[in-house]
């Protein structure tokens, strides 16, 4: 009886830190809005991955912070770490970054990043596809792409879909 309760203890630990790890993402994928926003390929698929692009987001980068092989949206030079929210602004039919602030905004359409590493990083970095269009999404984000992008009301994102302008 107490090798079952001990179990079932630990099978119900682990179904609850995978829902705590898929919280954000699923949050943004059933309650948010759908924004677009420009996207180009940083890394393509990788063999050893599979099906996986990191993908870049030039009107969402920090000032003039260049991209030099790894995801992310530049760095926030302000001596500090932690939650730093990009706030969005609509121009010609896509979303663009307004401000980078630490404290959470009171409205308006906005993401949840973190730049604990040294890049600031807002979980729609990478995108994962089947095997089959892997080819097809590398000629699409050669070309240019927006991504369809969905914000809850936290500001969790989540890459919905990449398609053609």
């Not at 898929?22 to 390929?41: C, E, K, N, W």
């Not at 050893?48 to 926030?76: K, M, T």
Request: hydrophobic share 40%.
């Amino acid at each position: 009886m107490n090798r079952t309760v001990t179990t079932a203890a630990v099978a119900l630990t682990q179904l609850l830190l995978v829902g705590v790890a898929v919280a954000p993402q699923l949050s943004a994928r059933v309650t948010g809005d759908t924004y677009l926003v420009r996207v180009s390929m940083l890394d393509p698929v990788d063999p050893f991955r599979g099906a996986y692009v990191a993908l870049d987001y030039p009107d969402l980068r920090h000032g003039s912070s260049q991209s030099f092989g790894d995801p992310g949206l530049g760095s926030l030079d302000d001596g500090e770490e932690g939650a730093v929210y990009v706030t969005l602004v609509e121009r010609e039919g896509v979303w663009v970054a307004e401000d980078w602030v630490r404290e959470r905004p009171a409205d308006g359409p906005y993401l949840a990043c973190d730049d604990r590493s040294w890049q600031i990083r807002c979980g729609i970095e990478s995108w994962f596809l089947p095997q089959d269009e892997a080819a097809a999404a590398e000629d699409l984000l050669r070309d240019g792409a927006v991504a369809e992008v969905r914000i809850d009301g936290r500001g969790n994102a989540a890459v919905v879909d990449v398609r053609a302008p």
